[in-house]
């Protein structure tokens, strides 16, 4: 994230692992005990609530229930009550992730678990390039509201340009006029002073 490049070709989630047992609901408790008790089990005075969120994805196994599986997982955390940890499925501060895959069960406990995209690779560099702190991006939308006002300052010059266009035509139309006007009284003058003349010769 700190490059803002995606450097894996062919990745495109990662599935951390810190725990590997078979898929069965003894080994899958042994197992969990011994992950939960240094993050979920201090003794210490003082301790946090925790908020926790378990995922968990079942593949190619028809005996294990995902239901079984989170109810068995859920009461390790607060080991029956003795801790206050809560289920916050929206903003967990841990998420125990587990993978079913055939006979194996993976464990994990991972913070940050939808900031990071559910560890997506595409969707986490979708989110890294949409930020307001992208060069990039901000360089883009930069060069867009140049445009913009580029635009807008030509289509200003062009609609002035045509209202002088059409300024100057009516001035030339009203010229035009006048000029026929007079040429009008002239003639009807003319017509006066001849037919004025005519009857001085009778």
Not at 30 to 52: E, N, T, Y
Not at 116 to 139: G, H, R, W
Not at 149 to 164: I, Y
Request: glycine share 4%; with cysteine.
């Amino acid at each position: 994230m700190k490059t803002k490049q995606r450097k894996a070709r062919f990745c495109i989630r990662l599935v951390p692992v810190m725990a590997v047992c078979r898929a069965s609901p003894h080994d899958m408790e042994k197992c969990g005990r011994s992950l939960f008790a240094p993050v979920f089990h201090q003794d210490h005075k003082g301790f946090p609530q925790l908020k926790f969120a378990i995922s968990c994805h079942v593949r190619n196994n028809s005996e294990v229930k995902r239901d079984d599986v989170i109810k068995l997982l859920a009461s390790m955390v607060t080991a029956d009550g003795d801790y206050p940890h809560v289920v916050n499925l929206h903003e967990p501060d841990l998420m125990v992730v587990v993978e079913i895959v055939k006979s194996l069960c993976c464990l994990s406990v991972l913070a940050d678990f939808h900031c990071f995209k559910k560890y997506n690779l595409q969707a986490m560099m979708n989110e890294v390039c949409t930020s307001e702190d992208d060069p990039i991006n901000n360089t883009n939308d930069h060069a867009k509201e140049v445009d913009k006002s580029e635009k807008k300052q030509s289509t200003g010059v062009e609609l002035g340009q045509e209202g002088m266009e059409l300024g100057n035509v009516k001035q030339s139309k009203d010229l035009e006029w006048e000029q026929d006007q007079e040429s009008v009284v002239e003639q009807e003058e003319k017509f006066a002073e001849e037919k004025h003349e005519l009857m001085g010769q009778k």
